[in-house]
C-alpha cells in the first residue's frame, strides 16, 4: 500500500539506539539531554520517590483527567514559571493546561495557533532543538529562522538577532528558548530581554517560551528573568514548560502549556480552543507525573528537599563544564574552551564538525549530536579524561 523511503533516524534519540547496538565496554552516550549524577545514573530524585510513596497509598482511582489535566497543576505551576510575586495569575490572563512533557506542550501550542493564526510563520533560532521545526510543521504551520549563535565568537549575534526580531511580520510567531538555549547553551543578557519584549510589543509578534531547563542554569529565578521581562512589557505569550529535567520525569511525559492573553476575556476564549486541540489529539493527560509534581510543590519539606537536589545537579554540571575546558587547555588543543564554563544549561556546543563527531563515536565510542552537541550533563568524574582525549584526538586529527 505504501512505498516509502526510510524515514532518517531522529538526530538526538536515535542515537540511543546506536550507542545501545555498540558492543564497546567503554562507550559514553553524551547525545540525548539527560543529567546523570557522579556514578552515571539517571536519578529519581529523593522528593519525587517520596510522594510516589505518598501516591501510592494515596490513589483511589484511575478514572481520567480533565483534558487540562489536574486541576491543582495550574496554580502550581503558575508561580513557578512567572514568578512567586507575579500579578498575572490572579490577573485572569494565564491559562495552563497539563501536557505530557514540552514536546506535547509545543504540539498543543502549535494545534491551537494552526486553528488561530493559520497563516502565521513561526520562527525558530539557528540552530536550534532538532525537534521544533518538525513539532510546528506537523502541525501544519509554516517556520523560517533567525540568526542567533555566532560560531565564531562562541556567543550570541546580537546583533543579527535583534535585527531579524525587528523584521519578523505581526502575527508571526517567534519560538524563543527561555534559558539554557539548546544547543549553544547561549542565553541573551538582560538588556538584550528588554531589547526583544520592546520588538516584540512594537512589531506584534507572539512570543512563544521554549522552557524546558528551568533551573539548570542559574537558578530557578534567574532562569525565568527572560519571560517576567517580556511579559512585564504586557505582550501576550504562550510558555511551554516541562518538567523533565528538573523533576528528573522524563519518561512520566509531564510539562505544561500556558497562555498569557492581553486580556483575561482572550485567555478564556483561547483557553476553550487550546482544550479543542488537547481532546482531539490524546483526549487528556496521563496522571502519575502531574500528581508527583504537584504533591511536591504543594509540600513545603518537599519542595526545599527538590530545590536542593536540583542546586546539586546544577551545580554538577558546572563541575563538568569546568573539567572539560580545564582538561582541553591541559592537552595542549590551541582553540581556547574557556567559553565552556559561560553556556548554561546541560549542553555546550562544543564547535566540532560532523566529520570530528563521527570520529568520535567511531574511533572511541562516544556519542555527541551531529551539530557539535555534548550533553556535559552526562560527563561522569570517571570519564573525564577519556571525554578530552578524545576530544583533543579529534580535534588535531580530523
Ligand atoms: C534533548 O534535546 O536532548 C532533549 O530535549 C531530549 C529530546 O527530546 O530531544
Known sequence: MFNLDMAP?????????????????????????????????????????????MLLDSESTKSYLAISGLPSLPSLTQPLILGEASDLPGSGRVVTAQAPGGTGALRVAADFLRKAAPNATVWISTPTWANHAGIFQAAGLSTDTYPYYDAARQDLDRDAFLTALDKVPAGNVVVLHACCHNPSGV????????????????????????????????????????????????????????????????????????????????????????????RSNYSNPPSHGGSIVAAILSDAELRADWEDELTTMRRRIFAMRKGLADGLAARGVSRDFSFITAQKGMF?????????????????????????????????????DRVCDALADVLAND
Not at 483561547?270 to 482544550?275: E, G, P, W
Open 9 to 53: 533516524a531522529d538526530p538526538i534519540l536515535g542515537l540511543n539506539d546506536a550507542f545501545r547496538n555498540d558492543p564497546a565496554a567503554d562507550k559514553i552516550n553524551l547525545g540525548v539531554g539527560v543529567y546523570m549524577d557522579d556514578d552515571g545514573v539517571t536519578p529519581i530524585m529523593r522528593a519525587v520517590k517520596k510522594a510516589e510513596k
Open 187 to 278: 542565553d541573551p543578557d538582560t538588556s538584550t530581554w528588554e531589547e526583544v519584549a520592546r520588538i516584540a510589543g512594537a512589531r506584534g509578534w507572539l512570543p512563544i517560551f521554549d522552557f524546558a531547563y528551568q533551573g539548570f542554569g542559574d537558578g530557578l529565578a534567574e532562569d525565568r528573568a527572560g519571560i517576567v521581562t517580556v511579559l512585564d512589557s504586557g505582550v501576550p505569550a504562550f510558555i511551554c514548560s516541562s518538567y523533565s529535567k528538573n523533576f528528573g520525569l522524563y519518561n512520566e511525559r509531564i510539562g505544561a502549556v500556558t497562555f498569557v492573553g492581553e486580556t483575561a476575556d482572550e485567555a478564556e476564549r483561547a483557553f476553550s480552543h487550546i482544550k479543542v486541540a488537547i
Open 348 to 384: 555546550s556546543f562544543a564547535g566540532i564538525t560532523p566529520a570530528q563527531v563521527d570520529a568520535l563515536r567511531v574511533r572511541h565510542h562516544v556519542y555527541a549530536v551531529r551539530s557539535g552537541r555534548i550533553n556535559v550533563a552526562g560527563i561522569t568524574p570517571a570519564q573525564m
